[in-house]
């Protein structure tokens, strides 16, 4: 019978793998999870902004914006400034956040800062 192989030179068998009860998600799970779209929240000040400036926000809309920031995120973005239609937005792609808004009329002139990219859609 040949003698089990263990480390080089130690004549000892190495240990069976232990196997038992998995903890935590499986594979399929966190694959799932990072397939999902994480939806984007509007700031209080960013709703503000919104109403204050007529900016129609409805669920299509919504939709394109959690759509462009999971793009974004994919890229290592952080904080994006997002042109859709008649209105830019700063978003915090880290947290999924709108911090700001901003219509087309009021972007004259107009100058962002601690942006670190660009969403033309």
Excluded: C, Y
């Excluded at 793998?17 to 209080?44: H, I, T, Y």
């Amino acid at each position: 019978m040949p003698e089990p192989i263990g480390p080089v030179g130690s004549g000892m068998a190495l240990p069976a793998p232990a196997v038992g009860p998995r903890s935590g998600p499986s594979f399929a799970e966190v694959l799932g999870d990072r397939a999902r779209v994480q939806p984007v929240k509007l700031s209080s000040h960013a709703e503000a902004r919104l109403k204050a400036r007529n900016i129609a926000w409805d669920e299509s809309r919504q939709r394109q914006l959690d759509q462009l920031v999971q793009k974004a995120a994919g890229k290592g973005a952080r904080e994006s400034l997002v042109l859709m239609d008649d209105v830019a937005l700063v978003v915090s792609v880290r947290n999924h956040t709108v911090i700001t808004a901003v219509d087309h009329q009021s972007l004259k002139d107009n100058v962002f800062t601690n942006i670190d990219s660009a969403i033309i859609a």
